[in-house]
């Protein structure tokens, strides 16, 4: 399917585990975001990556790590998963080019409880 | 840091009706100012933006009004319907030099629009 994807959907974890959720899209856009959705919060950053190999920290990045070898894939791990990451995260990519630099086309999200 | 402030966080509008929701921004650089809309179990996908440059920009029944000077910008949803039920988030980023993009998004308004 074009598009972009995220898998899993929903995840039930305990504290402490490793967590990846992945992120698939099949444009071949250049930058990739993962952003974590909270209520009263909105949409926070927490990583993003402008190409393969290329990644920086967003604004809540504590206890995430991101990797990107392919183009296509940005998975996002949660190395020791604690309550306060209970929320639901979303991926985004973007052409990065032109008039569509700054358009942001949104998975549909995984919701993750950490118990 | 919240450099994107919404408002209202909640709103219920009557059918018909002109929903309203404001945002204020901190940041003099940001250039672009996107509006997403989510529907529930779903991504946010761009709904209308605007630049700087422009005081108003409409798109069928949503028009975005920004106020340079007071770094403010409002959408306007006129003649309201229940399908625009949804969550709204305003956002803001600088489309040049290495942001990649980013957005930085406002707490979101879940809007409520009765039949």
């Known amino acids: 399917d074009a598009g972009i994807t995220q898998s899993p959907r929903y995840k039930i974890t305990e504290t402490g585990r490793q967590v990846t959720l992945m992120c698939h899209q099949t444009?071949?856009?250049?930058?990739m975001f993962w952003y974590r959705q909270d209520l009263g919060h909105g949409l926070r950053l927490i990583y993003y990556?402008?190409?393969?190999?290329?990644?920086d920290k967003g604004e809540v990045p504590d206890g995430y790590v991101v990797s990107r070898s392919k183009t296509e894939n940005f998975p996002l791990t949660l190395e020791s998963a604690t309550r306060s990451q209970t929320s639901v995260y979303f991926c985004?990519?973007?052409?990065?080019?032109?008039?569509?630099?700054?358009?942001?086309?949104f998975g549909a999200g995984t919701r993750l409880s950490v118990l | 840091q919240q450099q994107v402030k919404q408002s209202p966080q909640s709103l219920i509008v009557q059918k018909g009706g002109i929903s309203i929701i404001n945002c204020a921004y901190e940041?003099?650089?940001?250039?672009?100012f996107p509006w997403y809309q989510q529907f529930p179990g779903k991504g946010p996908a761009l709904l209308i933006a605007?630049?700087?440059?422009?005081s108003e920009k409409k798109e069928g029944r949503f028009t975005i009004s920004f106020n340079k000077s007071a770094k403010q910008f409002s959408l306007h949803i006129m003649d309201s319907q229940p399908g625009d039920s949804a969550t709204y988030f305003c956002?803001?980023?600088?489309?040049?030099?290495?942001?990649?993009?980013?957005?930085?998004f406002g707490q979101g308004t879940i809007l409520t629009v009765h039949p």
């Open positions: 940041n003099t650089a940001f250039d672009y």
């Open positions: 990556s402008a190409a393969a190999d290329i990644t």
């Open positions: 985004a990519s973007s052409d990065g080019r032109g008039s569509g630099k700054n358009i942001q086309y």
């Open positions: 444009w071949s856009h250049s930058y």
């Open positions: 605007i630049r700087p440059d422009v």
């Open positions: 956002a803001a980023s600088i489309r040049g030099g290495t942001s990649y993009g980013k957005l930085t």
